[in-house]
């Protein structure tokens, strides 16, 4: 008869023993722990220092800062789990391998699932904004592209419905060439770069890492001298007077939108920091992945928290927080006549940018065919995205698929919807990490590998709960009358604010009675948190797009599972 239980979990021993900690998986292990650091900076610093970052000041002000110091601690709290998990289990996959071995199986599709949006989904935000940033860049050597040909159809259509002010993208809806009935708006930048990013990743990982590694030189430069010469100029022309600017009342303020303006930001904060988890699934092609994978993900976290609170310090002291709105060059924008004045520092960061969204562009879908490799091994895709190249030893199916994946939706969709789509997925995603660790038995030290130090959070979480409780109500009287207020205007925007706040509970509860471990369990918690930014048509979307992998996984992957074998 066979196994029926949709939670049935993956064995540890069974999961390595496919890849990279014994059997060759026929993927080139080259990479180390400078090159494993290098593609974190690669996928963290890029699109979201030089994109969401504009659109995150203007909705948070200057004390956007704040939240990206929670995010930095949730992602922190999350790279141990990651490294806990790439240590136990140094194979392709990442989140979805580590769920299928605490969770089981249908958290594993459900997160697999959702990683598609991150990897896969995210690289469309990624592309679009490569394409801004370069046609800026050739409209800067007087090469002009028309605005029909570098701009995508909805952001086109919804300007003109919406009597927008930007003159880019009314022009390409009223110049567009017609066939028929149809205005032809492609953005053919954006597809090319996608289309030579997958050939190169196609290429070899040995190409790509050479590649990476030369591109986060050149930006990691660019951005330590936007932070020099940025800072210095707000400081030598005294324009610090921007990081407490005066809110509608008048008042001045660090967080001139308050505390709800600097939440409303953290799709576009999020955002910036998703990448890191990307080095997990490169698990097979590093030379000692117990070692250097939580070396790698947790010492590009670091170095990108820093250069992130450089930057929104250096932004929001240049210019006035109001002026971000819409700009999607906000480190070049500061150096523009109007505003700092420096040419060279423009002209110079709009190729930084370009460079910056190459590699950003690379990791990711370096990324996706890999957990799809994980997932066909497994059973519930097709065995031919576990083909692996015979001359190249990449997944070359899977890479081509992906790039289809990115590619085909450029035709139809925008930037702003697929930066929320990503952002709650991913977050998503490590919500089931930090759970799964809690779920795992602990091991004894090893050496040479890393070990998530156990932290017995009895007593010190609920007492921390309390705490945050109290001062809370203390120094905001108000916040809990708000957050609980479920009358029609504010249901749908309070209700998870309220579940989040259920879970405290119920996780404060769980750790006095499981004496649970503190660090996976703060991940948890203050991811959840961040989830609570998310705007209740964001839940919408997620929950029709788990409900479509779920059809799939119902339709195939369950019968296909190599775990649906019949019982002894």
């Known amino acids: 008869m066979a196994k029926t239980n949709l939670f049935r979990t993956k064995p540890i021993s069974t999961i390595v023993k496919q890849g990279g900690d014994g059997e060759h998986s026929g993927l080139n292990k080259v990479l180390t722990v400078k090159d494993l650091t290098f593609f974190g900076i690669a996928a963290i ?30 992602c922190a709290f999350t ?20 769920a ?24 469309i935000y990624v592309a679009f904004s490569w394409s801004d940033y370069f046609t800026s860049f050739l409209g800067k050597c007087n090469i002009h592209v028309p605005a029909y040909y570098c701009t995508s159809y909805m952001e086109a259509k919804n300007a003109f419905i919406n009597h927008s002010a930007n003159k880019e993208l009314l022009e390409a809806w009223n110049m567009a060439p017609m066939f028929g009935d149809l205005r032809i708006i492609i953005d053919f930048p954006a597809l090319i770069i996608n289309l030579l ?3 190169l990743v196609y290429k070899g990982i040995k190409e790509s890492r050479n590649f990476s590694n ?30 407490t600017p005066a809110n509608d009342e008048g008042v001045k303020s660090f967080m001139p939108n308050g505390f709800g303006g600097v939440m409303a930001a953290v799709s576009g904060v999020f955002f910036a920091y998703i990448g890191f988890d990307a080095v997990s699934v490169l698990a097979e092609e590093s030379k000692n992945p117990q070692k250097d994978l939580p070396r790698g993900m947790i010492l590009s976290l670091v170095i990108c928290t820093i250069v992130y609170i450089l930057l929104a310090l250096v932004l929001t002291g240049a210019v006035n927080f109001r002026n971000f709105e819409g700009i999607g060059d906000p480190l070049a ?22 460079i910056a969204m190459t590699s950003v562009l690379l990791v ?14 497994d059973g519930l895709l097709p065995k031919v995205f576990q083909t692996i190249h015979p001359k190249y030893k990449t997944p070359s199916f899977s890479t081509i698929i992906t790039g289809l994946v990115v590619g085909v939706p450029i035709l139809f969709t925008d930037k702003t919807f697929v930066l929320d789509f990503t952002s709650i997925a991913t977050l998503f995603a490590f919500v089931l990490v930090c759970g799964g660790v809690l779920l795992i038995p602990r091991r004894t030290k090893e050496t040479g590998k890393f070990h998530l130090p156990y932290i017995n959070a009895q007593f010190i979480f609920p007492i921390m709960i309390l705490v945050t409780i109290v001062s809370v109500n203390y120094l905001v009287p108000t916040y809990f009358s708000n957050a609980f207020d479920l009358s029609a205007g504010k249901l749908a925007t309070n209700i998870p604010l309220l579940l989040f706040y259920i879970l405290c509970i119920v996780m404060s509860v769980l750790s006095f009675t499981k ?8 991940g948890l918690i203050s991811c959840c948190y961040l989830l609570t930014g998310m705007t209740i048509s964001n839940w919408l979307w997620f929950g029709m797009w788990l409900a479509l992998g779920l059809v799939f996984y119902f339709s195939f992957g369950y019968k296909n599972s190599v775990l649906n074998v019949p019982s002894e």
């Open 45 to 74: 610093l890029g699109a979201g220092s030089f994109t969401s970052l504009g659109e995150a000041i203007f909705k948070g002000g200057p004390g956007v800062v704040i939240l990206f110091v929670i995010t930095a601690v949730a």
């Open 79 to 98: 790279a141990f789990c990651y490294s806990e998990f790439a240590s136990r289990i140094p194979t392709a996959g990442s989140a979805y391998t580590y």
């Open 364 to 377: 990711f879908q370096m990324g996706q065919p890999r957990i799809w490799l994980s997932m066909s091994r």
């Open 100 to 123: 299928y071995a605490s969770f089981g199986e249908l958290f594993a599709w459900i997160i697999g699932w959702a990683l598609i949006m991150e990897y896969s989904i995210g690289n």
């Open 197 to 199: 990013i997958t050939y």
């Open 515 to 522: 004496k649970l471990s503190l660090i996976p369990l703060l």
């Open 333 to 354: 924008f500061i150096f523009e006549p109007q505003n700092l004045n420096i040419g060279w520092m423009q002209f110079l960061v709009s190729i930084c940018a370009v």
């Open 214 to 243: 030369l591109m986060v030189w050149l930006k990691m430069a660019v951005v330590a001298l936007i932070i020099i010469v940025g800072g210095y100029l707000v400081f030598s022309r005294g324009l610090t007077f921007n990081w």
